[in-house]
């Protein structure tokens, strides 16, 4: 089985902190995702990468940064956190061909305070 | 990816069939259909995905109309685990990177 990882289940955070949200998968796929849900909001895209070193904007990029130095990790980073970052974050990942099947992480639960 | 509706929530009882629908009247030829579910507290998981034939797993069955606007999710025997909820989206198999937009998805709940 697909397996990805988020190294944080519950954090919690002080405003202007710099945050790192870590995520590994096991199955050599070659793109990955950072997703932020809230309530009523559904999953919003942050960030995704199709390749290390690569990565693309998605829908809320502003006041995220990420990193793909290996194919198997892609680190969400909080430059100055603040309270509206307080959101569940889920990272994913798919592999080209496979039907695009994507698969997600447990989730990591920020609070920002 | 294209839009698809679903209804925000359905009941179900414990141990009959549940039949989710969902629309997609915009779908593209290369758009496959795929079914995810989130239980509380956790990160969706992947249920099902075909593209133009029905198509059964362990999970659940899948059954695409003809003209593929429209599918429908089937969970043979509902149980209490299966309460989640469920989303219907479309991905392009020519665009394995593009962004996923997941809607609101269905809130199934089963009751014993």
């Known amino acids: 089985d697909v397996k990805v990882t988020q190294s944080s289940r519950y954090l919690v955070k002080r405003t202007g902190e710099k945050v790192f949200l870590e995520c590994v998968q096991d199955?050599?796929?070659?793109?990955m995702f950072w997703y932020r849900q809230d309530p009523g909001l559904g999953l919003r895209l942050i960030y995704f990468?199709?390749?290390?070193?690569?990565?693309e904007k998605g829908d809320i990029p502003e006041g995220y940064s990420v990193s793909r130095e290996k194919k198997e990790r892609f680190s969400l980073i909080l430059e100055s956190a603040s309270t509206n970052q307080t959101s569940m974050y889920l990272c994913?990942?798919?592999?080209?061909?496979?039907?695009?099947?994507?698969?997600f992480g447990e989730g990591s639960w920020l609070t920002v305070v | 990816d294209a839009k698809t509706t679903q209804p925000n929530s359905m009941e179900s009882n414990e141990e009959e069939p549940v039949h989710l629908p969902c629309n997609h009247s915009?779908?593209?030829?290369?758009?496959?259909i795929h079914w995810y579910r989130q239980l509380p507290s956790q990160g969706p998981e992947y249920v099902i995905h075909?593209?133009?034939s029905n198509v059964n797993n362990r999970m659940a069955s899948l059954a695409i109309a003809e003209d593929r606007k429209s599918s429908t999710l089937i969970l043979h025997r509902a149980t209490l685990r299966d309460a989640a909820v469920y989303y219907c989206?479309?991905?392009?198999?020519?665009?394995?990177?593009?962004?996923?937009?997941f809607g609101g998805g269905t809130r199934l709940m089963v009751k014993p």
């Open positions: 994913a990942s798919s592999l080209d061909g496979d039907g695009n099947t994507i698969y």
């Open positions: 199955m050599d796929h070659e793109n």
């Open positions: 990468s199709y390749d290390v070193k690569m990565k």
């Open positions: 915009t779908i593209s030829g290369t758009d496959y």
């Open positions: 075909g593209l133009t």
């Open positions: 989206i479309l991905r392009d198999y020519h665009n394995a990177g593009n962004m996923l937009t």
